[in-house]
């Protein structure tokens, strides 16, 4: 199979704009970017994200692949983003190989089953802020269950957080977003090792990049950590189940949606994690604790 | 004209779980509620928003509002939450009047002129997290202008600061959500005063709420001050240009878009308000600065 084609168009992520603080002086100060990018597949229209524009091709993926409007990442043949039009082009191999557009493909093949049924549950239980996934995703979360096992160690936690702190690199410059990283767990040594860091203005898009980032690289997630700077809302905890990570962590809280979903789907969810501190919500048969030295 | 029927459906705002910390010791930890709440007008289904569930009447009459898709309240007959169904019905004068839904209205009449119009344009404009309103309300930012005028000082900004900080309830005790408030500004004396506070799961739901209220109690957003607690991204900024708020207040930082938003509208826009310090982005013609005392 041909590989995907792929372009890379990052956009600076901060620019500098001048502000006036509480002395009356003019303070240069860096803001994040914020771009509309509008997702056509096969030429019809999607949605429009709006997003740091960090990783735009990733970011498309991984909505497509989370927003489950395409089962498998073999569909698609190419990933065009195109700033001056603020788009991105999903062409599938349907429609470069045999000319026949992804929507126009008969009911019964495998990659579009579904197809239209899918879209239209997205569009009437897409919300303002959250929501997107939510429809017929809730039904299905009876099917999730992440398997068990002792996973994480405290050792480990501390390493991870060790390891984001020093990686908020626009947050830390620019504020305004929130970030995501996807790291492998492989205590205790050597330590968790960082995979993939995204920052975005929106927690949704960061983790939809890093989700079309594993599903490019075909990479599994049952064995991974996911740490959010974010809130863990119903929707991040369905994301992550949906990519088969059973670890995650966050430095803020959590909702009580979010809290139910990681229980009933065997998730161990780690929130407030700040300095040497966390709270251990739910999965704790996949945490052990040594106790560290304080 | 009869007043609007409305219930008062408001969940309870937290629940308490237990949580494991770091030293292996059981601590009950309030977390904050989420609940889907699927929007019907005369039983049509628009949307499902996760929410708080503290405000849903408001929250569903200001989504309505922000997106849009009623262009007046003087459309609406009822708005019912029942959280049996997670859902809100909001129905039509014309509904409850004369028996005959707001959709199937013809096509010239005031109040569903545009509407099909604008629901096609909401669903592909749909993104995950934001861009619920970004569609074609990009194209009349440009129709959008704020009046000019000094309508906020240094002192009005510090006494809002004061208030907000006593106001934040559930994100003390749970965190995990944002809060808006609206003050009306009647500086110096007796300086701002909280007409409204609202929290929510989403930044965006708090917003709406708010807006939802001000359609209810029939208040003009002209002469008022918007303070939030999160980010700026081009949707906040944009919907409070559309409920007429020039003063914007945030205590975190805005993006890109925002400030090109909130210059272009002529907003003043004041971010990073923490303590006694400040960032005046947008809109210096409008704040005047005496010089606090430090």
């Known amino acids: 199979m041909k590989p995907i084609e792929l372009t890379r168009q990052a956009r600076p992520v901060t620019t500098t704009v001048d502000a006036i603080n509480e002395r009356g002086e003019i303070v240069p100060t860096p803001i994040a970017g914020e771009h509309p990018l509008t997702v056509y597949l096969d030429k019809r ?16 993926l991984g909505w497509l692949r989370n927003q489950r409007i395409l089962g498998s990442i073999d569909a698609i043949a190419a990933v065009q983003v195109d700033w001056e039009t603020d788009s991105v082009a999903i062409t599938s191999r349907s429609l470069r190989d045999r000319g026949v557009s992804i ?9 579009s089953q579904g197809l239209d049924e899918r879209m239209r549950h997205r569009t009437v239980t897409t919300g303002c802020g959250q929501g997107t996934v939510f429809g017929d995703l809730m039904d299905d979360i009876d099917a999730l269950r992440l ?20 990686m908020e690199s626009i947050y830390k410059v620019a504020g305004a977003v929130h970030g995501c990283a996807l790291l492998a767990n492989t205590d205790p040594d050597p330590g968790p090792r960082m995979l993939r860091f995204v920052e975005d203005v929106g927690r949704h898009n960061a983790v939809d990049a890093i989700a079309g980032w594993m599903w490019l690289e075909g990479i599994d997630g049952t064995d991974k950590i996911f740490y959010t700077t974010g809130r863990l809302t119903s929707e991040m905890v369905i994301k992550c189940a ?17 809290h139910a979903i990681a229980q009933k789907t065997g998730i161990t969810l780690i929130g407030r994690c700040q300095g040497r501190h966390y709270l251990l919500f739910t999965g704790a048969q996949r945490f052990v604790r040594h106790g560290l030295e304080r």
Chains 1, 2 share one sequence.
């Open 147 to 166: 398997p068990a096992g002792p996973i994480i160690t405290d050792t480990t936690l501390m390493a991870v957080m060790d390891q984001v702190r020093k």
């Open 45 to 60: 229209e999607l949605v429009t994200l709006m997003t740091l524009g960090d990783a735009p091709e990733h970011l498309a």
């Open 103 to 111: 929507w126009d493909l008969g009911a019964d093949t495998p990659l």
């Open 242 to 258: 949906q990519m088969g990570i059973a670890v995650l962590l966050s430095r803020s809280g959590l909702t009580g949606m979010g």
